[in-house]
């Protein structure tokens, strides 16, 4: 790639992800234009990430299009969600996006959309987010991940994580929680979403 087109593609990467991160805070679910620590899976860590090599990338072609079939139909059961509704319309000229609502919570979803605008991946989320309130180096399914946002809002039953699935395209789960368990801990949860999603795509 050029400089002009790296530089180029690292700008829309920035404000894809300010935009993705904004547009998170809001009450609605999978928004209609945009996209939005625990230790309970094995694989999970909140060690640092950013000294772990991806050395083998993930494929997620498919989820460009087609993000609802990151989880399989015994993960739904599995982190008590129902089936995936598919979003068209979101920031990325690339990537749909998916909202899996709670079955106990209709209000309460995980959101998954796979962020190909970055060049440099998951590195350019962590520079982004220098001067966040939340930025959290972590491991999910032994790939490299963040805790990242603009503000703190684990207290409200949110969770934005990023998973770096190779050196230039990142997995972003987008957890809200309302009236369910898991609220107290949203990136519990979020961990959990995500290593399914890698599980599969693993498998």
């Not at 993705?20 to 625990?38: H, I, M, N, Q």
């Not at 979803?109 to 350019?124: P, Q, S, V, W, Y």
């Not at 991940?145 to 987008?174: E, H, K, Q």
Request: proline content about 4%; hydrophobic content about 35%; glycine content about 6%.
């Amino acid at each position: 790639m050029s400089t002009i087109r790296r530089q180029s593609a690292s700008v829309i990467g920035a404000v894809l992800a300010l935009v993705l991160t904004s547009c998170a805070e809001s009450e609605s679910g999978t928004p209609t234009t945009s996209l939005p620590t625990t230790d309970s899976v094995a694989t999970s860590s909140s060690g640092s990430s950013d000294d772990i090599p991806i050395d083998e990338p993930l494929d997620t072609t498919h989820l460009l299009e087609q993000p609802c079939t990151a989880l399989a139909e015994n993960d739904l059961t599995d982190l008590n969600l129902t089936a995936g509704e598919l979003n068209e319309d979101t920031v990325s000229q690339v990537s749909n996006a998916c909202k899996w609502a709670r079955e106990d919570d209709s209000r309460s979803h995980a959101d998954l959309m796979i962020m190909t605008e970055n060049a440099n991946g998951l590195e350019d989320i962590r520079d982004l987010n220098q001067d966040s309130e939340v930025l959290e180096e972590v491991q999910i399914g032994g790939y490299p991940a963040l805790y990242a946002s603009p503000t703190g809002r684990r207290d409200m039953g949110r969770c934005d994580l990023w998973i770096g699935v190779d050196d230039s395209t990142v997995a972003y789960v987008y957890v809200a929680l309302h009236e369910v368990p898991d609220a107290s801990d949203p990136c519990g949860f979020s961990d959990k979403v995500g290593e399914a999603i890698i599980a599969n795509l693993s498998s």
